[in-house]
């Protein structure tokens, strides 16, 4: 083991009780904390969607809490001065309130929540008289339709909000669209050649069914007026036809108000028969005078996305990847002179993917997160040079500041976001500039104080080709003697990271608490390492990551005694399921047992099945499987079952149409015809995640014995 090895594992992250926490007196007995369990994690209070009022002075986010019994989950709106203050509760707002926004002058709080059984904007007036009664908050919008999100103008005039609609409806619901796709008497539906999608992510798409964008005026706190359509006119030639946001789960940074308030950017991708064979998102640009959107990226055939015009209205930012059909390439900052139209590439010469985009309070820099060496930091773009500086927010080493999203620039300077580590979930910070970044909610800290601690710690080694490849170990902290069994955790993506951020579905400390040392592995194929070692697992599913798979586990067992490699089981889900496949023909001997959740079984099978072509295409040399059936049946599970010999338990759902659930029947079949010890979990209501509190507690539950099983004296 080398020294730089021993110095990274020898530095943890323990989590336990706060700082400066009462200690119980003499006379009291001191409460043992519990390690977390299943049920701790899905009732945990989320944090989310923080936003500052104007002025900075107030913060307002989401806040969701779960019933302990029943498990329905209600949203909530939370504020708290940023000056300092215990954070409270915005009493008087309807059941379900969430994604809050400030009126440009303050003086309205805008924000989604039910009213007569679908989601419509709410308005709060924030601007009564002081001693006055607080106003009742306003329905603001009464659509037929849901609205999924909105954006308030700059000039405080307009709304843009948006949501599923008929292409031809002229705002968000209208009559006819109830029935789009299922003609005649019966309930099947039609879908015509040339159609794009016909299901996606976890449904089926009704043909015509659009996921829109409109603006609509604003009078007195209400929505008032005839919509305009961002898409323009349905069927006139040029016109657009696709998802704004796209789906399955664009969102607000897909849309972005012209500082002047008089257009809107917005992504969308055509909907035709390419549709499930193409990446390519394009920037439009809506003048809201009703007539077809201008596509301002027309020449890149690949993703545009994360529109971000500069305060000024000079400049429009956005991300770009160069590789059509690829939807892991390289998001690279791009920059256009909206007066000339000259663009340039940003961030060309800056070796990592940005994922969300900003503008400073003062127009000189762009605020960008990217993954970065098992963290998801906040970076600094200066937009004359390009130059990228990582920001160390928390004021300490980089590391801590693990996984930032949600950011915000204040005036003065300030950043407004969120933070998460793989022990603790999402809570809401501020930076100010000179000072290091202060927690502004505290959610979780009277639960996290009550569960015993786990520590996580860094390590890298020599993985395929002699290349550094870095991993992590959660394990209960200060654990007593005798050895931990072992954990294999394997990400799905396969372009992703197991790093140094919170899960509400493969939580590392729920399954370190239970007695269990989890080491998880950034193999080729990875993100935040830079894009050559990200393209590294293309047409090599089984070959690199399962090499660094192999050589991660040694090296975490040579350098912690208290890893039990004996007593070792390998979990995983989407990619990391097909490893679980993978692993069962090439590296059975190894472990105890599998946990294969949503995993590829059969290459061919999956080819045709799956939603997204374009992913699958890619990963097997880019084309389809008809014309090179040996790119696909290289590293096809399916092809060596005969050598199928560790227990696995196998995890599927129904409503997964990206890895549908017939590949875990498969593989299930073949464990039973091989005699294997094993068993088959179905959600007849999950998609290719399971979300559901109860049934997150069956999956935990399942996981747990089947774990205990083989692992456990």
Not at 171 to 186: A, F, I, M, Q, S
Not at 392 to 412: F, I
Not at 668 to 679: G, S
Request: hydrophobic content about 40%; aromatic content about 10%; some cysteine.
């Amino acid at each position: 083991m080398t020294s730089s090895l021993r110095a990274l594992l020898a530095f943890s992250l323990v989590l336990g009780p706060a700082a400066g926490s009462a200690a119980g007196s003499a006379a009291d007995p001191i409460a043992v904390p519990a390690a977390m369990t299943p049920q701790d994690l899905v009732t945990m209070t989320r944090v989310a969607a923080p936003a500052a009022s104007p002025d900075g002075r107030w913060v307002v986010w989401q806040q969701t809490a779960t019933d302990p019994a029943s498990y329905k989950r209600t949203p909530a709106l939370w504020r708290v001065a940023t000056a300092g203050g215990v954070p409270d509760r915005i009493d008087g707002l309807p059941a379900g309130a969430r994604a809050p926004a400030f009126s440009p002058d303050g003086k309205r709080l805008w924000f989604l929540a039910p009213k007569d059984g679908s989601d419509q904007l709410w308005s709060l007036d924030l601007a009564a008289p002081r001693g006055a009664p607080t106003p009742a908050p306003v329905a603001a919008s009464a659509f037929r339709s849901d609205v999924a999100g909105f954006l308030p103008a700059p000039d405080g005039r307009h709304m843009l909000v948006w949501g599923e609609t008929a292409r031809t409806c002229p705002t968000l619901g209208c009559d006819g669209d109830d029935r789009l796709g299922t003609p005649g008497p019966g309930t099947g539906r039609l879908y015509p050649d040339g159609v794009g999608f016909v299901r996606h992510w976890d449904a089926w798409l009704r043909p015509g069914l659009r996921n829109r964008a409109f603006v609509v005026a604003i009078d007195g706190g209400r929505l008032a007026g005839d919509p305009v359509a961002l898409d323009g006119p349905a069927g006139q030639p040029g016109s657009l036809d696709g998802d704004t946001p796209t789906r399955p789960d664009g969102g607000a940074e897909q849309l972005a108000w012209a500082p002047d308030s008089k257009s809107v950017y917005f992504v969308s991708r055509r909907a035709d028969r390419i549709e499930p064979n193409s990446t390519n998102l394009d920037l439009w640009q809506s003048r809201l005078d009703g007539k077809v959107p201008a596509n301002l990226t027309a020449g890149n055939t690949a993703t545009d996305s994360l529109p971000a015009p500069s305060p000024d209205g000079r400049w429009l930012a956005w991300a770009a990847m160069a590789r059509p059909g690829y939807e892991s390439d390289r998001m690279v900052v791009m920059l256009r002179d909206l007066a000339t139209g000259q663009t340039r590439a940003l961030t060309a010469g800056w070796d990592r993917s940005v994922d969300s985009l900003a503008w400073d309070a003062a127009g000189k820099a762009l605020l960008a997160t990217a993954p970065d060496t098992l963290d998801h930091p906040l970076f600094r773009i200066d937009a004359a040079t390009g130059a990228v500086t990582r920001l160390a927010l928390l004021g300490k080493a980089p590391t801590a500041d693990a996984h930032v999203a949600g950011v915000s620039p204040l005036p003065g300077g300030g950043i407004l976001f969120t933070r998460d580590t793989a022990n603790t979930p999402a809570e809401v910070w501020l930076a100010r500039p000179g000072k290091p970044a202060r927690r502004l909610s505290h959610a979780n800290d009277a639960a996290l104080a009550a569960q015993a601690p786990v520590a996580t710690t860094r390590f890298h080694f020599a993985g395929a080709g002699g290349e550094t490849v870095w991993g992590l170990v959660h394990k209960p902290a200060g654990s007593a003697a005798g050895k931990l069994p072992v954990l294999l955790f394997v990400h799905g993506g396969p372009q992703g990271s197991f790093n140094d951020g919170w899960s509400w579905r493969w939580n590392p400390r729920v399954f370190a608490s239970r007695g269990y040392a989890v080491v998880s592995i950034d193999f080729h194929g990875s993100t935040g390492y830079g894009q050559a070692f990200t393209d590294a697992i293309n047409r090599d599913w089984g070959g690199k990551p399962l090499e660094d798979l192999q050589k991660g586990l040694a090296a975490a067992l040579a350098a912690d005694p208290s890893l039990d490699g004996n007593r070792a089981c390998a979990l995983g889900a989407s990619y990391g399921g097909f490893m679980m496949n993978w692993i069962e023909g090439k590296w059975a001997d190894r472990f105890r047992c599998l946990v294969q959740h949503d995993g590829v079984f059969d290459a061919r099978a999956m080819a045709y099945e799956t939603d997204e072509l374009w992913f699958d295409e890619w990963e097997h040399g880019g084309h389809a499987y008809f014309e090179n059936p040996a790119e696909f049946e290289k590293w096809n599970p399916v092809n060596h079952v005969a050598a199928w010999k560790t227990p696995m338990l196998v995890i599927t759902s129904e409503n997964d149409f990206r890895i549908p659930y017939t590949q875990g029947l498969a593989a299930f079949t073949a464990l039973q015809r091989r005699a294997v010890p094993a068993r088959l979990l179905v959600f007849p209501d999950e998609s290719h995640w399971v979300q559901k509190p109860k049934n997150s507690l069956q999956w935990h539950q399942t996981v747990f014995a089947w774990l205990d099983r083989w692992l456990k004296p």
